[in-house]
């Protein structure tokens, strides 16, 4: 049996022992917690195991020390007259070493993160025009983290980053760009037609110069061919005791009776034939015969004149 001295002493004793562990707290990690001592900043209490006095300390508030991100809309009007809005992604923390700036000195820091967004984004965008907005967002965010970095550290804030992460024109200002967009695309695809029409062409007009060409080639090369026949069928006249001028009229006649023949060969063709006796061929050939001698003694004749030219020159 407890004697009756010792019950009030354990009482008490009990009530310092809930009284102790009262007193015992642990802070979380990348947490720090604030504590007041009747009412004035006493300490900061970083992650594990910590303790109070109860009654005495208090904790005055938790601040969390991971990265943090607070999105901003701004609308702002560019150079070139048209209204933007543009999102903004501020990363920020809580510094280590400025935990009591950041509780005690700023209040909304939010709000504070918002002002200078809003401050920086209406002093750099009207500079720009709608497509530089868009080229140079990266140097929008550089001047907005230029900003806070200089603004924010003062009460105990880092930025880490900040990102332009959306620019949304007006609806009509996005459907004129679409428009703009596909002008130009079809632009780019009427010249790259243009080309290929202007390849096709120049490929046309060689292939058929090259054809004319070779056509003009096979028909010299035929007339070559058929002048050597001649030749040849000339001299075996000759040798037979036909002169030149009457066989030259003979092989003229049996070349108009072979075109004569090969038209009435082909049974699509339609030969009309003029009226004439029975005669005909013996005086056309008469005809062929006194006029390639004609031509003969002309052709004798101017050549007699140049040869007295040119000895007219060398006396």
Do not use: C, W
């Amino acid at each position: 049996m407890i004697p009756a001295t010792i019950v009030p002493f354990a009482i008490l004793g009990f009530l310092l022992l809930i009284l102790l562990l009262s007193g015992i707290f642990t802070v979380k990690q990348q947490r720090a917690y604030l504590v007041e001592r009747f009412g004035k900043f006493h300490s900061v209490k970083t992650s594990g195991l910590q303790f109070k006095i109860p009654g005495v300390d208090k904790i005055a508030g938790k601040v969390s020390l991971k990265i943090q991100q607070l999105d901003v809309m701004v609308e702002t009007k560019t150079k070139d007259d048209v209204f933007v809005k543009l999102k903004v992604s501020v990363q920020y923390k809580v510094l280590s070493e400025k935990i009591y700036d950041a509780f005690y000195k700023l209040d909304n820091p939010h709000g504070q993160i918002t002002a200078f967004v809003f401050d920086v984004i209406r002093a750099e965008v009207p500079k720009m025009k709608l497509d530089e907005v868009f080229e140079r967002k990266d140097d929008i965010a550089i001047a907005i983290r230029r900003e806070l970095e200089g603004a924010m550290n003062t009460y105990g804030y880092g930025i880490i980053k900040a990102l332009v992460t959306d620019i949304d024109p007006d609806v009509e200002v996005k459907k004129a760009m679409n428009r703009i967009n596909a002008a130009e695309r079809e632009k780019v695809a009427a010249e790259y037609e243009a080309e290929a029409e202007r390849i096709r062409i120049v490929a046309k007009a060689k292939a058929e110069a090259e054809s004319k060409r070779l056509q003009g080639q096979g028909i010299a090369d035929q007339r070559r061919e058929i002048a050597r026949g001649l030749e040849d069928s000339v001299e075996v006249l000759n040798k037979v005791g036909i002169n030149s001028t009457e066989a030259s009229a003979l092989i003229v006649v049996t070349q108009h009776y072979d075109t004569l023949q090969s038209l009435g060969e082909n049974s699509a063709s339609n030969l009309v034939l003029m009226p004439n006796a029975p005669s005909a061929g013996s005086e056309m050939l008469n005809q062929m015969v006194g006029a390639f001698s004609t031509s003969h003694m002309i052709g004798e004749q101017m050549k007699e004149i140049r040869e007295k030219g040119k000895a007219k020159v060398l006396k």
